[in-house]
């Protein structure tokens, strides 16, 4: 048996009964459990931590939770515009952070995304396969770049959100 993740939609063959494990990012538990595999590569080598940015707002892009509540909509339009900065704008991560915090220091209202339905993008199945930092960072930066293009009938939406947030500091 085989369960689908109700965010990046990428289907799991080791299933579990543990409970949904995030208050807010729109994940499974077998789905968390690859991203967390990912993670500890990460955090225990510098040369794959190169792109932790991408793959943070990645995961958060890719699981945008409830539109009914305010954090999931905080969450998913951070992460959408973080990877915007990053893979569309070329931005450094300096200026994808400063983004960030100025984004999250005020309770705000955002718009709520809308769940894809069959997009064509990588997923946590894809990124944990890397056997090196080179290919690591090349599928991160392929995983981000196809979440971005997944939301092309949102990017002007998503681009006016970015520019209210940098008006309103
Ligand atoms: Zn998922």
């Known amino acids: 048996m085989t369960k689908t993740c109700f965010g990046c939609l990428a289907k799991f063959k080791k299933t579990t009964d543990a409970p949904i494990p995030h208050p807010y990012i729109g994940a499974i538990a077998e789905c968390w459990d690859v991203y967390g595999e990912i993670l500890n590569k990460e955090f225990s080598d510098p040369a794959y931590f190169k792109v932790h940015r991408t793959t943070v707002d990645a995961y958060g892009a890719q699981h945008i939770g409830s539109r009914e509540d305010r954090r999931a909509r905080q969450s998913a339009n951070v992460h959408l515009i973080a990877l915007y900065l990053t893979v569309s704008k070329k931005a450094s991560r300096e200026e994808t952070l ?16 809308i769940q894809r339905k069959s997009p ?34 949102c990017h002007e939406d998503i681009i006016r959100t970015y520019k209210k947030v940098m008006r309103e500091n």
């Open 120 to 153: 064509e993008w990588l997923t946590v199945q894809d990124i944990v396969k890397a056997d090196n930092p080179l290919s690591h960072a090349h599928l991160v930066t392929r995983w981000g770049q196809s979440i971005w293009e997944a939301y092309e009938d």
């Open 98 to 113: 400063m983004f960030i915090r100025n984004a999250t220091k005020i309770k705000r209202d955002w718009p709520s995304l």
